[in-house]
């Protein structure tokens, strides 16, 4: 049953038009039902299902605001909690940033609904696909490890302006990190459904690369040309989004993008657009608001810094369109649904045998801002690092980078034609493979 | 309460388990902040569930739900076994637990004020007061925060230990965030970065830290980073503050000192660890001076607790003793494969989620010098006060950290403030330099509310006691 239909909603809701005229309110339903496999020296060693529903309720009597999130599935506890909320309302001190909620848009657009995963097909599927997989990696005397999950989420929202919205979102996601004493590879696949999921090549490819990083050698730390799988290339995204590109940040003076706008910060062959509806984007179609969140916006085109992402509070600041990306808490509003492209791609067998001497990277690990306002960032190489010498690949110990990222997204080489989604945290990114023609390595790690 | 948890654990014995047990909590969450004097913040939640841990057939599983109706239950339990069920068929493991003593106990908190007792226009008003005092020229942002929990939970296992525990959590702190005239940005926190400082004390803990006493240097330190040169390159003495060595025994030590990573089980995710079972009593990892312990008996430590979410009591043991690996944080089922004694570090983040090892509280102890014996005795150094940046690897060995605010010490004087400084290094090789460990007057116990672990993706509360230390001939200052 749609969260929106039950009962439990339907009564806060007549609860609130009943008794809540004059407030200005929003309130949220959601719902998660998830369960996740870890497995470790080809055992599934841990694993944990959860079906958690619970509600968000935020008063406000002009700027005088209090918020309330609820596990309970008892409509006289929310009751309580609502009164409590306007005792709150009466007295506290206010919130000069408080900007109200948004309205509804002039036409809600129809999206079509994610398809839900079933339990008790992930299950058959686990049955299915583990002993196959585990008996592969035995016989090529190695270990699994890793994770095979799905969630699906389900969430509702209503406020006092008629602002009436819900949206669901559904992943499964398998991880497979080959192990041989110290060297590992590492591939993943993240769907809609199971049927989506690329298992066979997750497989192939985590096996593959552990194979190749057998004995790596030590070199040199400096600036190298460096290949990109499209992982590593998404770690980078993220955290450009996440220190960058949100506009609040932006509009506080504390990112590399502020008082950037219509100039050229990354290449001139990439492009970075917000789309929850690209077809690879795993996303809910609203936003913590329940705003829609589906037309793209285009943040960067040509390499030029060319917009941001707006909540209904920016919005009315800076008398823009709402693009539907408010966040839960008071981040303000951050690209969560990013899509990395290029007019011009190439097969990355191609690119890699384009590169004289370069590093090739599987993806980074403890990626964290060092400078924020400069786009400088830390994080080590995992899961299978390479030299690559006139398109040959031979092994290397893992490496440590700091550069600033938007340097390194400035000098492009090739783009690859093997975009992929990779989740994080908030949503998750679309990117291929990148050739990129220096970054910083400043240290060598022990094998 | 044993007669409802019974009644679940007694639906999983029908289903012919090897073990379950049940955690049963409440968990009641305040969190305020203020922007400006403005209350940019103002949130509370209460969770309430349940989760179900069984063994079946030498295979864990776990479900758990904040449906707490009766007729739930059955489903929940169900599904746990079902999880067991499907990795016992998958797998060739046969999962044993290290046996412990039943008990049936109730901890009680030790907090003296209930931080849910005090009003909520008080606590406004105390953030409100230190906000204003940062308001200086130049500080463009002010942010004060206080959060608190209350936790009651329940544990029942069908060896038959019941545990009652209730547990408060507070939390505050303040952060200045800087402009120059050149728009270079700088922030800085006090007592620490991430909202503060922590403790499982009441609201005597928000008065004691006070904030409003201290408000003003945090934003002169502010507005001096925000026109500091850059920390330079090289190699020097360093000194590094309480709070930013909290960080440093939390990620070098604490982390690779947890027994399911060093023994792989985290190996996809988190990682290994450079502390590897045949280093355990014979590795020189440190300074002969360093001793640390797990320490989760001291009264008022965030990592500190009554019975783990096995229902193991908690314990000190030492991890390092004169600077040699002694000991890990383990669990059950690590304890039976090692051959020794659960010491109590499986935890878990609520009710929903499976229990990990976790740190406790993990303690540099104590050593016999003052800070400025420590500076004095520097000829070219930097120190380092409050964590900015921090980036390991996955097996916990080369790591660059990165402070808030940065001092040149120059001939044994504390000299010009510096901005972005880092250190980096090799955990063992970094250690071993350890030569001086401030005494205890400088000794704190560090609250840490935000430990990653595990997926789906758990924060653990755990702390660190440690007083300043010096580490001699550390590379510094990365950024050119």
């Known amino acids: 049953m749609k969260i929106m239909d039950s009962n439990l909603t339907q009564q806060t809701l007549a609860y609130l038009q009943k008794n809540l005229s004059g407030w200005e309110y929003q309130v949220s339903f959601h719902q998660t039902e998830s369960t996740m496999l870890r497995f470790a020296q080809s055992n599934i060693h841990q694993n944990n299902r959860s079906v958690q529903t619970s509600i968000g309720i935020e008063l406000a009597r002009g700027k005088r605001v209090a918020r309330t999130n609820l596990d309970a599935n008892n409509f006289d506890e929310i009751v309580n909690s609502i009164q409590s909320l306007q005792s709150i309302c009466e007295t506290i001190a206010e919130n000069q940033e408080f900007s109200g909620y948004p309205e509804p848009p002039s036409q809600l657009e129809q999206v079509k609904e994610n398809p839900t995963i079933d339990p008790e097909e992930f299950y058959d599927k686990s049955l299915s696909f583990f002993p196959v997989y585990f008996q592969q990696v035995k016989n090529a005397s190695l270990e699994a490890y890793g994770s095979f999950l799905f969630e699906n989420f389900h969430a509702a929202c209503v406020n006092s302006n008629g602002l009436v919205n819900q949206s669901n979102s559904s992943s499964v996601q398998f991880q497979s990190q080959i192990m041989n004493g110290r060297v590992s590879g590492y591939s993943q696949s993240t769907a809609k459904t199971i049927q989506d999921l690329a298992i066979e090549r997750v497989i192939e490819e985590s096996i593959e690369t552990c194979q190749n990083g057998i004995s790596p050698a030590t070199i040199e730390p400096g600036d190298y040309t460096v290949f990109l799988k499209p992982e590593a290339v998404a770690d980078i995204v993220r955290m450009m989004a996440f220190i960058s590109m949100g506009t609040k940040a932006i509009d506080e003076k504390r990112s590399y993008l502020s008082g950037k706008l219509n100039t050229k910060v990354l290449d001139s062959c990439l492009n970075i657009t917000e789309d929850p509806l690209h077809p690879k984007q795993i996303s809910m179609y609203m936003d913590h608001q329940g705003y829609p969140h589906i037309h793209p916006v285009k943040m960067i085109q040509n390499g030029v810094f060319h917009d941001m992402v707006f909540d209904d509070k920016f919005a009315k600041k800076y008398n823009k369109s709402n693009t539907g990306n408010a966040l839960p808490g008071n981040m303000g509003p951050i690209p969560t649904n990013l899509v990395l492209e290029s007019s011009t791609t190439q097969d990355p067998t191609e690119m890699i045998s384009q590169v004289e001497k370069g590093i090739y990277v599987t993806r980074f690990w403890y990626a964290n801002p060092v400078s924020p306002i400069d786009g400088e960032v830390t994080a080590l190489t995992r899961d299978g690092t390479f030299w690559i010498e006139n398109g040959q690949m031979k092994p290397v110990k893992n490496l440590r980078y700091s550069d600033n990222i938007f340097e390194v997204l400035s000098g492009i080489l090739a783009v690859g034609n093997d975009s992929r989604f990779t989740g994080s945290f908030f949503g998750g990114t679309v990117a291929p493979s990148l050739l990129c023609k220096k970054m910083r390595f400043t240290e060598v790690l022990p094998e | ?480």
């Open chain 2, 1 to 480: 309460m044993k007669n409802k948890l019974s009644f679940y654990l007694d639906v999983a014995k029908s289903l012919h388990v090897q073990y379950a047990d049940i955690r049963f909590e409440e968990i009641h969450s305040h969190d305020l902040r203020l922007r400006n004097e403005s209350v940019d913040s103002n949130r509370m939640s209460v969770q309430i569930g349940y989760g179900v841990r069984v063994l079946k057939n030498g295979s864990w599983g776990f479900a758990s739900t904040n449906n707490i109706e009766q007729k739930s239950v059955e489903e929940t339990v169900k599904q746990a076994v079902q999880l067991a069920e499907i990795a016992a068929k998958v797998s060739t493991q046969n999962i044993q637990l290290a046996s412990i003593p039943v008990v049936e106990d109730f901890v009680e908190s030790v907090a003296a004020i209930d931080p849910f007792e005090v009003s909520l226009e008080e606590k406004i008003e105390y953030l409100k007061e230190a906000s204003s005092v940062m308001k200086i020229p130049s500080v463009f942002l002010r942010e004060a925060s206080m959060s608190f929990r209350k936790l009651h939970k329940f544990f029942l296992s069908t060896e038959d230990s019941f545990i009652e525990q209730t547990r408060h959590e507070t939390g505050c702190g303040i952060t200045a965030f800087a402009r120059s005239d050149q728009g270079e940005f700088q922030s800085r926190s006090y007592p620490n970065a991430f909202g503060g400082d922590y403790s499982t004390f009441g609201y005597e803990f928000v008065t004691k830290t006070d904030l409003v006493g201290n408000a003003l240097q945090c934003a002169q330190e502010a507005v001096a980073l925000s026109n500091a040169p850059l920390c330079p390159s090289g190699t020097k003495d360093i000194i590094i503050m309480g709070n930013q060595m909290a960080l440093q025994i939390h990620e070098s030590i604490g982390h690779p000192a947890e027994l399911d990573r060093v023994m792989g089980s985290e190996a996809a995710y988190a990682g290994t660890s450079y502390m590897t079972r045949d280093k355990c009593g014979v590795f020189q990892l440190a300074s002969p001076i360093v001793n640390i312990t797990a320490d989760a008996t001291v009264p008022g430590a965030f990592g500190s607790f009554g019975y783990d979410d096995e229902g193991v009591k908690a314990q000190k043991v030492y991890l390092i003793k004169k600077g040699i690996l002694e000991g890990y944080l383990n669990s059950r089922e690590t304890a039976y494969k090692t051959g020794d004694q659960p010491m109590g570090a499986m935890r878990a983040d609520g009710y929903w989620n499976y229990p990990l090892i976790r740190m406790t509280s993990i303690n540099l102890l104590p050593g016999d010098q003052s800070l400025q014996q420590m500076i004095s005795d520097i000829d070219d150094g930097i120190l380092f006060d409050g964590i900015k940046s921090w980036s390991i690897d996955d097996r916990r060995m080369n790591f660059q950290f990165g402070s808030q605010y940065g001092r040149i010490i120059r001939k044994g004087n504390l000299q010009e403030v510096v901005k972005n400084p880092t250190y980096m290094g090799e955990s063992p090789t970094f250690w071993k330099s350890c030569d001086a460990i401030g005494d205890e007057s400088h000794y704190h116990i560090y609250g840490v509310p935000n430990c990653g672990k595990g997926e789906p993706g758990q924060l653990m509360k755990l702390s660190h006691g440690t007083s300043p230390v010096r580490f001699r001939n550390r590379k510094v200052g990365v950024i050119q």
